[in-house]
């Protein structure tokens, strides 16, 4: 079952929920730099309450750690480029499969012999549940697919002004390790001006963008080179569903703001779209010339 989810606090109330329930799956993918990971840690932290994978993990390593931590909670982070090892594949099949208690076992001649406690090391018994974390969640092969099928599927699209709000409720407390705020006011406020001309956004930016200011590099412009593939009919859409201009000649004026371009310009594209508009074109100001917030479009 595949569920979309847009805000920080609905993830978090569905990661809640998987932990009370008796799913073995729970598949969380979505954009990287979006604390997915740090969502899952809360009720899932690392220690005595579940094993956590990071990485490149190959299938027969994390075989040897689901029969050393069977009946844990493993949290696999990261894994994308791992899921294209067939091996790794099949044995997920085996940990994914419905039953409360599943056995596991290697296929290959590699592990031989029994463990110190007497049991057959090429085959044991688990509950341990799996929570997996990537950012591309490709079902690229019927074996991919059979793993989803038996997953509980949570994309997490958060919007730019989601991620902005979620930034903004921790930025004070988190610090460095000078003890300086990760997210530097100057860097919040300059994102958070520019965030309906953007497509998307990561805390990563944020965190960047602050280092970047505190060793004196261009931040700005390698915030706008990064947002420079913003295309001004994806603004001029967005524009238009933002419901916090009273009028069309602030939708205007701010489109011309952030991209240098012209009123004319700014129906054209509004026409192409196919958006319903009226052109009140008294009240609207003729500055020509204007520089861009957002430079490269």
């Known amino acids: 079952m595949k569920i979309i989810i847009r805000t920080y606090e ?10 009370q329930m008796t799913l073995p799956l729970l598949v969380l993918h979505g954009p990287p730099g979006t604390s997915k990971s740090t969502a899952v840690r809360k009720k899932f932290p690392h220690g005595t309450h579940a094993r956590w994978v990071n990485g490149t993990a190959s299938a027969f390593g994390l075989f040897g750690e689901l029969r050393r931590y069977r009946d844990m909670p493993f949290v696999l982070d990261d894994l994308d480029d791992a899921f294209r090892d067939k091996a790794l594949i099949r044995l997920m099949k085996q940990v994914c499969q419905t039953d409360a208690v599943r056995r596991i076992s290697w296929v290959t001649n590699a592990v031989k012999g029994t463990s110190g406690d007497g049991d057959d090391s090429r085959s044991f018994e688990t509950s341990s549940r799996v929570v997996l974390i990537v ?45 300086m705020p990760t997210v530097a006011d100057q860097v919040y406020e300059y994102i958070g001006e520019r965030l309906d001309a953007v497509s998307d956004t990561s805390i990563r930016q944020y965190i960047l963008a602050t280092q970047g200011l505190r060793v004196g590099v261009d931040w700005r412009k390698d915030l706008e080179s990064e947002w420079g593939n913003t295309d001004p009919k ?28 012209s009123r004319a310009r700014y129906f054209e594209i509004k026409d192409s779209l196919g958006l319903s508009c009226n052109r009140q074109r008294g009240g609207f100001r003729p500055g020509a010339g204007r520089k861009p917030i957002l430079t490269g479009l």
């Open 234 to 261: 994806m603004l001029v859409r967005r524009l238009a569903d933002d419901d916090g201009y009273e009028k069309e000649e602030h939708r205007v004026d701010r489109f011309r703001d952030l991209t240098g371009l």
């Open 135 to 179: 950012n591309d969640w490709q079902k690229m092969n019927r074996h991919v697919g059979a793993v989803g099928d038996r997953a509980w599927e949570l994309e997490f699209l958060p919007t730019p002004q989601e991620i902005h709000r979620f930034v903004g409720s921790w930025r004070h407390d988190a610090l460095d390790e000078d003890g």
């Open 10 to 19: 609905e993830l978090e109330q569905r990661v809640n929920a998987f932990s």
